[in-house]
T-cell receptor, first 118, second 111 residues
Framework: AQTVTQSQPEMSVQEAETVTLSCTYD???????LFWYKQPPSRQMILVIR??????QNATENRFSVNFQKAAKSFSLKISDSQLGDTAMYFC???????????????FGGGTRLMVKP | NAGVTQTPKFQVLKTGQSMTLQCAQD?????MSWYRQDPGMGLRLIHY???????DQGEVPNGYNVSRSTTEDFPLRLLSAAPSQTSVYFC??????????FGPGTRLLVL
């Protein structure tokens, strides 16, 4: 079984600054996906960024980027130029590669509450 | 496309009552799943389905039943509600890719 750990329950950052959210995971799989989801007060789950484990290049989506360290089983999210709309819960999630197990679903970490201050 | 829809948005039940949470998707996705989110925690998998007529248990299946008679619908049944089932319930679906699409959630309060 996989486990996902987010060690920072809450974080805050000033608007326009950069913040990094941490995530570690434990798995015996070699091929898998990692995700960061954002959950604003509306509770909607929004996919922020995804990473395939076999890709060495770190994923980037506009102001969001990841630092994926496969050997260390670490997957941190960096948010640059933080905006007030980034205030939300952020969840790290793991999924085995779909070619290995087509029916597999997501395993989530406990979340990090991010507050962006004006 | 409406994506993944869930009804109701909010429900209050008394202990021992039964109810069905509805989930539907219009993206012709094979895979559907139910998660629950308790306060301060991440989502945990209750049940999932890999196609019509096929379901399986997730991490926390006790007290819940599911069925998948069509590709579009995946209802979650609470057989006899307990206060421990107070939570926010999310339905999700995905096609052949790894991307999950989540519904807006159903907030359930069991008194």
């Amino acid at each position: 079984a996989q486990t996902v750990t987010q060690s920072q329950p809450e974080m805050s950052v000033q608007e326009a600054e950069t913040v990094t959210l941490s995530c570690t995971y434990d798995t015996s799989e070699n091929n898998y996906y990692l995700f960061w989801y954002k959950q604003p007060p509306s509770r909607q789950m929004i996919l922020v960024i995804r990473q395939e484990a076999y890709k060495q290049q770190n994923a980037t989506e506009n102001r969001f980027s990841v630092n994926f360290q496969k050997a260390a089983k670490s997957f941190s999210l960096k948010i640059s130029d933080s905006q007030l709309g980034d205030t939300a819960m952020y969840f790290c999630a793991f999924m085995k590669h779909i070619r290995l197990d087509a029916g597999n679903m997501l395993t989530f970490g406990g979340g990090t509450r991010l507050m962006v201050k004006p | 496309n409406a994506g993944v829809t869930q009804t109701p948005k909010f429900q209050v039940l008394k202990t021992g009552q039964s109810m069905t949470l509805q989930c539907a998707q219009d993206m012709n996705h094979e895979y559907m799943s139910w998660y629950r989110q308790d306060p301060g925690m991440g989502l945990r998998l209750i049940h999932y389905s890999v196609g019509a007529g096929i379901t399986d248990q997730g991490e926390v299946p006790n007290g819940y039943n599911v069925s998948r008679s069509t590709t579009e619908d995946f209802p979650l049944r609470l057989l006899s509600a307990a206060p421990s089932q107070t939570s926010v319930y999310f339905c999700a679906s995905r096609g052949r890719s790894e991307t999950q699409y989540f519904g807006p959630g159903t907030r359930l309060l069991v008194l």
